[in-house]
């Protein structure tokens, strides 16, 4: 769990998984100047907001990750592909590790007979790691398809990994999904025990029956409704 403090807000924002929590800041003004805040602390430590993770004071850049536009996430893909790479080579079973070795016996073989055809002496690395035979086939995250919640999903459970981090804010995911694919969203990210809270410019017609609202009214009111 972790309790994000802001002066904009009288109470602290709660991310546990058993609500979704939506905070809907309606004046434009002020939701852009909360989120450049929000991404300035993240990036820089700034002092606009403090965290607490388990009760314990912690660092807002180590523990959440900023999604503005969930159709494009601005990721460092090369570097998670070549961390997903590496750990892949963990999973690595003895069975198939012995099936590895069987190919790389038959490909050596057919790689020295072919290296006959050339005019000029060569040699072949007969010591590649695994994880480069895997880059070489351009293991990597699924592309982009027909279904942008699998995209969505697999990149942020990619991020997780890369990044170790739990938990995540995404700014209007009503405007880009709907209730029902949101609540694919959110229950397919429970299950890696990814958290996320969604900040709004408005508040959507389209509410999830488990949604918290913490609303800043364009007065500046502050507004807890839960829909439950």
Request: glycine share 2%; net charge negative; hydrophobic share 40%.
């Amino acid at each position: 769990m972790i309790e994000i403090k802001h002066v904009l807000f009288d109470e602290p924002i709660v991310i546990d998984g058993t609500k979704l929590l939506n905070l809907v800041i309606e004046d434009k003004r002020i939701f852009r100047k909360f989120l450049i805040q929000l991404n300035n602390e993240i990036e820089n430590d700034s002092e606009h907001f403090a965290l607490y993770r388990d009760g314990k004071e912690s660092s807002l850049s180590k523990n959440l990750f900023l999604i503005v536009n969930p159709l494009f996430l601005e990721i460092d893909e090369k570097k998670i592909n070549t961390i997903i790479q590496k750990d892949l080579v963990k999973t690595i079973s003895d069975e198939q590790e012995t099936q590895y070795n069987e190919i790389m016996s038959s490909l050596y073989k057919w790689l020295n007979d072919v290296k006959l055809n050339s005019d000029v002496a060569i040699e072949i690395d007969e010591e590649i790691p695994m994880n480069t035979i895997f880059k070489n086939f351009n293991l990597s995250l699924i592309g982009r398809n027909e279904n942008d919640i699998e995209y969505f999903v697999e990149r942020i459970k990619a991020v997780s990994k890369v990044f170790n981090t739990k938990y995540f804010v995404f700014v209007d995911l009503h405007f880009y999904f709907n209730k029902e694919e949101i609540d694919i969203i959110y229950s397919e990210l429970l299950k890696h025990d990814i958290y996320f809270f969604v900040i709004s410019s408005q508040k959507s017609n389209e509410i999830l029956h488990y949604e918290k609202f913490i609303i800043i009214d364009n007065d500046l009111a502050e507004i807890h409704q839960n829909v439950d």
